[in-house]
Every structure is written in structure tokens, then in C-alpha cells.
Nanobody, 129 residues
Framework: QVQLVESGGGLVQPGGSLRLSCAAPGLTLDDYTIVWFRQAPGKEREGVSCFSHRDDLGYYADSVKGRFTISRDNAKKAVYLQMNRLTPEDTATYSC??????????????????????WGQGTQVTVSS
């Protein structure tokens, strides 16, 4: 059974940074489109960033554009989410997910997760002073 594993979450002060990692020991990540989602208590899940297999580019939700950067390291079989200038509104459980190589990023970033193949369990990010 394929499982994605996230790490790097924690408590950070407003304005701080964190880097999340997504690894999949049983999966070749560079064969998939990788999406980072987040969900805060009482809120719907939100797609925040996507690394497209179609064009090897990162895509972002407006709420994180200019602050978050997604990247992929094929040698380490990992995808990262660098999060800068964090605010309390970024507090959530962050999960990575893998979708097919043909998936357009706009779909999971707008809530369409029907083609996502694999999900991680999530890592908690808390932004608080």
C-alpha cells in the first residue's frame, strides 16, 4: 500500500518560515503530480500548491502566492513546500497527495480531488506568538 509521509510541521511565530517535506518510499514521485493541501479546524480542505508533472512548474493558491514555494528533488524522491512569512491564518494540517501525471494543477487547487491517487496523513503547522 502506497503511503505518502509528510514531515517538517511545528509551531512557528508569525512571520517565520517552515519547510515541509513529502516522501513516498513506495512511489516514484516524479511520475506524479504532487499537491499540498491544508485543512484548518472547521474549514474545508484547501489546495495550496501543486507541482505539475506536465510542465515541471509550481502552481499556487492566491492565499499563499508569493510566500510559498514548491519544489521536487527527484534524487531524494521528495517534494518540499517552503513556507515563508507565515501568518496565523496558515495554521492547519498540511497533507501531500499524488495525482496522475496528466492532471492539470488548477483542478486540485480549486477543490477537485477526484483524480488524486494517494494521500498522506498530514503534519500540523501552527502559527502563533
Amino acid at each position: 500500500q502506497v503511503q505518502l509521509v509528510e514531515s517538517g510541521g511545528g509551531l512557528v511565530q508569525p512571520g517565520g518560515s517552515l519547510r515541509l517535506s513529502c516522501a513516498a518510499p513506495g512511489l516514484t514521485l516524479d511520475d506524479y503530480t504532487i499537491v499540498w493541501f491544508r485543512q484548518a479546524p472547521g474549514k474545508e480542505r484547501e489546495g495550496v500548491s501543486c507541482f505539475s508533472h506536465r510542465d515541471d512548474l509550481g502552481y499556487y493558491a492566491d492565499s499563499v502566492k508569493g510566500r510559498f514555494t514548491i519544489s521536487r528533488d527527484n534524487a531524494k524522491k521528495a517534494v518540499y513546500l517552503q513556507m515563508n512569512r507565515l501568518t496565523p491564518e496558515d495554521t492547519a494540517t498540511y497533507s501531500c497527495a499524488a495525482g496522475p501525471s496528466w492532471l492539470f494543477c488548477w483542478r486540485p487547487l480549486t477543490g477537485d480531488t477526484g483524480d488524486i491517487n494517494y494521500w498522506g496523513q498530514g503534519t500540523q503547522v501552527t502559527v502563533s506568538s
